[in-house]
């Protein structure tokens, strides 16, 4: 086989002209995507984030019952049958806690359990009677362990009469502001308490004031602590499991048949400092409605500056003869609004004063300026002017980010195109047949 016969063999298998279309393809692809990419914000090509946000609409829960509270404001950020009358198990305890540490002045003092409060309350920890215990440690028993046994011991050294404490209790949600809540004991048990139920409501308002007293956060926030039993260590462990979160600091678990398993959070990330409540869920769905409920908050709510003093915000025309001039006109003031990001929509109107004249003022109002929420105004503030301007003046302000951005994406076609000229040339040298002779 020839020289000549073997190349034209190779051409054959090899079409150069298919080749060519293909390199110029790919050039001409590379350069415009470089274009379009230099050119473009960095949120068009890689997409809005704030997609990703899930609305309030597409969450849900294990639990019957459950609301996400502000723990500041009171404001809420989701619900599920708030109202719902449910039994709350050992979350009594928040309520038998507070009463108690209010009415407390020694908390060192011990004290001997009575019969009654040794009595069969399905405990986590015995007591015999005439045990000796702490009062510091009956409220960490209480809390961190969730003893049966330990309110009503707590209840009969405040009032002497359980059926007495429970009255301050009920007394106590009332001024606190929860309103459907009626207690019949003090830890909880709801076999023999039919009426005794509260609503995730008022049991969020309940976490929030105990949550005011110092002793009681500190308590609710403790994995493990020790207490002593007639002079004797015991280990205990908080029955919240949630607490392995560094955002998470309490509040208090709670299960009986009736009641299903329910959990009281108090967490603080973001500078935001939530109260959890879910009702009858299950022993997963406790733990999982909590901590996607929380996560959704701080996912989606956040604190934004909405104006920016510092930034004009309109811009109006002042007249002086036959002149007209613009000059800036700034907020008077920074706005910072607590939103969703996901969903809360917000808009600006400005309202500018008609026939202004020269001389233009600092620190006069010259408009208004309009936040709306939702389609609800969130704020309303003056426009007022940072200059004082005698008289419109003539000026021609370059932008240097402009003629940048002009400049590079000249600089990108004229390199692309040489690039394209070059690499066409090597294709041909490459493709072009060799002289056999």
């Not at 050119?39 to 849900?60: M, T």
């Not at 308590?219 to 919240?240: G, P, Q, R, Y």
């Not at 809360?344 to 020269?358: A, G």
């Not at 408009?367 to 105004?377: E, F, R």
């Amino acid at each position: 086989m020839t020289l000549a016969n073997s190349y034209k063999k190779q051409n054959k298998s090899f079409p150069k002209a298919l080749f060519i279309k293909i390199i110029v393809f790919v050039i001409f692809l590379s350069l415009f995507s470089s274009i379009f990419y230099f050119r473009l914000p960095f949120s068009v090509i890689y997409g809005d984030q704030s997609a990703k946000l899930i609305p309030s609409s597409r969450i849900d829960t294990v639990a019957s019952s459950a609301i996400v509270m502000d723990y500041n404001t009171g404001e809420i950020f989701w619900e599920k049958n708030p109202d719902a009358l449910m039994y709350p198990a050992s979350l009594t305890k928040m309520m038998t806690a507070i009463l108690a540490i209010e009415n407390i002045k020694n908390f060192n003092q011990k004290i001997k359990i009575s019969k009654n409060a040794a009595g069969s309350n399905h405990s986590s920890i015995s007591f015999r009677k005439g045990d000796e215990i702490t009062l510091i440690d009956l409220l960490k028993a209480a809390l961190i362990a969730s003893t049966n046994n330990a309110p009503v011991a707590l209840a009969e050294y405040i009032s002497g009469d359980v059926k007495d404490f429970v009255d301050l209790m009920n007394k106590k949600a009332k001024e606190i502001g929860a309103l459907n809540t009626y207690f019949e004991n003090t830890n909880g048990l709801d076999s023999n308490s039919p009426l005794h139920k509260t609503t995730a409501r008022d049991l969020a308002k309940i976490a929030a004031y105990c949550l005011k007293n110092d002793l009681f956060r500190e308590i609710v926030s403790t994995k493990k602590a020790v207490i002593h039993i007639n002079n004797k260590e015991l280990n205990i462990e908080n029955t919240n499991t949630l607490l392995d979160y560094d955002f998470i600091k309490g509040v208090k678990t709670g299960y009986t048949e009736n009641a299903g398993f329910c959990l009281v959070t108090y967490s603080n990330k973001n500078n935001i400092e939530l109260i959890t409540v879910v009702l009858n869920s299950s022993p997963y769905g406790k733990n999982y409605d909590s901590l996607r409920l929380i996560n959704w908050v701080y996912n989606s709510f956040s604190s934004k500056k909405i104006i920016d003093s510092k930034n004009p915000a309109a811009i109006a025309a002042a007249k002086n003869n036959n002149s007209t001039a613009d000059f800036n006109l700034y907020p008077e003031k920074d706005f910072e609004l607590f939103i969703n990001n996901s969903e809360d929509k917000i808009l600006y109107n400005y309202v500018l004063k008609d026939n202004i004249t020269f001389p233009v003022e600092a620190g006069k109002t010259y408009g208004k300026l309009l936040v709306y929420v939702n389609g609800n105004i969130a704020e309303e503030m003056n426009l007022i002017s940072k200059d004082n301007i005698k008289a419109p003046t003539i000026k021609q302000e370059i932008s240097t980010v402009n003629d940048f951005s002009r400049i590079r994406t000249l600089l990108i076609f004229i390199i692309s195109f040489y690039f394209l000229i070059f690499t066409i040339i090597i294709i041909k040298n490459l493709i072009k047949p060799k002289s056999i002779y």
